[in-house]
């Protein structure tokens, strides 16, 4: 039982280039969340989902897409990265709604230069 | 939209020393979790408190809902090395299970 995965853990981008990130949980969660952290403040909602083939929008979503084609994971696509979007980014996942304990992955700290 | 906020954003205490933390939603909340972030690290869930006014303790931590659920705090007694890292609360809106709005944080220095 590995919970909560992110790959890559680390990556350097050029203004303009494309990525995905991807998150994988194996604890059979229903809702998955990305997160970006950045210094000093708290963890910012990107994109969320509450089950297969569904996404919706956080707080911050302008810039990233993403996509939950299957229960276990959920891929965050940056198109064209800018420096704004250097960040960490933490993937999260969540069983059911009266249980609101999310288990986060390690993380992925991503430099757009 | 809602926000959540915490004071103090930084807080350096000698170690034996007390801490305490403060969360202030601008909405009433469901519930509100608090979880641990070490330097380098991810959150790690610590509690979560859904009831008006309760308080829950964790050996040294003491975690509190307050009244009107738009407030919480987490206090810790006689702090030591391994309690330093920043500490974010986290608030469910009433009838908004998808998610919740995480605080500021706040970081805690323990110096030995």
């Known amino acids: 039982n590995a919970g909560v995965t992110q790959t890559p853990k680390f990556r350097v981008l050029k203004t303009g280039q494309s990525m995905t990130l991807l998150c994988a949980q194996d604890m059979n969660h229903e809702y998955m969340y990305w997160y970006r952290q950045d210094p000093g403040m708290g963890l910012r909602l990107i994109h969320y989902?509450?089950?297969?083939?569904?996404?919706a929008k956080g707080e911050v979503p302008d810039g990233y897409n993403v996509s939950r084609l299957k229960k276990q994971n959920f891929l965050l696509g940056l198109e064209s990265a800018a420096p704004s979007q250097t960040s960490v980014y933490f993937c999260a996942s969540r069983s059911q709604p009266s249980t609101d304990t999310q288990y986060f992955g390690p993380g992925t700290r991503l430099t757009v230069l | 939209g809602q926000q959540v906020m915490q004071i103090p954003q930084y807080q350096h205490v000698q170690e034996g020393e007390d801490f305490t933390t403060y969360c202030n939603s601008s909405?009433?909340?469901?519930?509100i979790q608090w979880y641990k972030q070490r330097p380098g690290g991810h959150p790690v869930f610590l509690i979560q408190l859904v009831k008006s006014g309760e308080v829950k303790k964790q050996k040294r931590l003491t975690f509190q809902f307050g009244e009107a659920k738009k407030n919480s705090s987490l206090h810790i007694t006689a702090t030591q090395t391994t309690d330093v890292g920043t500490y974010f609360c986290a608030g469910a809106e009433s009838g908004g299970y998808q998610k919740v709005t995480f605080g500021t944080g706040t970081k805690l220095q323990v110096i030995p």
């Open positions: 909405t009433t909340l469901s519930n």
């Open positions: 989902s509450v089950g297969e083939g569904t996404t």
